[in-house]
């Protein structure tokens, strides 16, 4: 992914395919009810989430994510998250993972949206980046090949990223605040809760 303050990222489409890391098992045991995880992709965390018992639908804009969910035996809707959504105000848990706090390029509305789908003592859980990122909103696009030699360049796309010491900041503005900051491996995530 290309963003326009200039920072290329590698994607990881092989884990996001792949079976839940270890990571992401950390998440998941986090999860004690009805849980919806918004911009799902193919679906790994949907299902972890359904394989330990609990009731879990995924949710993503592309039809072919939705297909994938839905071939590993996991519940999933094609749809926006802004788009109204089956269960609001009921779930406990929204999953923002592998860099989806970025969705719509307004983490703050999209933390809010999140604060609106659960239940009053539910939780957001959000990947977040790494200390020393701070705040970024802007456009992004997808690109294949090498630095500056894009052979395929997607539509641009608002897009943000959140590190992990601007995620108090951020949450407070959508009425929410940090329970828990926690990371595994090289990977940082934030538990927030209803102020």
Known sequence: MVQTDGRRTRLPVRRWYGAPEPAVEAVVARCAGPTVDLGCGPGRLTEALARRGLVALGVDISAEAVHLTRTRGAAALRRDVFDPL??????????????????????????????????????????????????????????????????YRGPSFRWARVGVEAVGRTAAAAGLRVAARFHRGHRWFAELVRR
């Open 86 to 151: 089956p269960g609001e105000g009921r779930w406990s848990h929204a999953l923002l993972m592998d860099g989806n706090i970025g969705i719509g390029g307004d983490p703050i509305a999209l933390l809010r949206r999140c604060s609106a789908l659960i239940r009053a003592d539910g939780t957001v859980l959000v990947e977040v980046e790494a200390p020393g990122t701070g705040l970024w909103r802007g456009l992004a696009h997808v690109a294949s090949g090498g630095a500056g030699e894009d052979r």
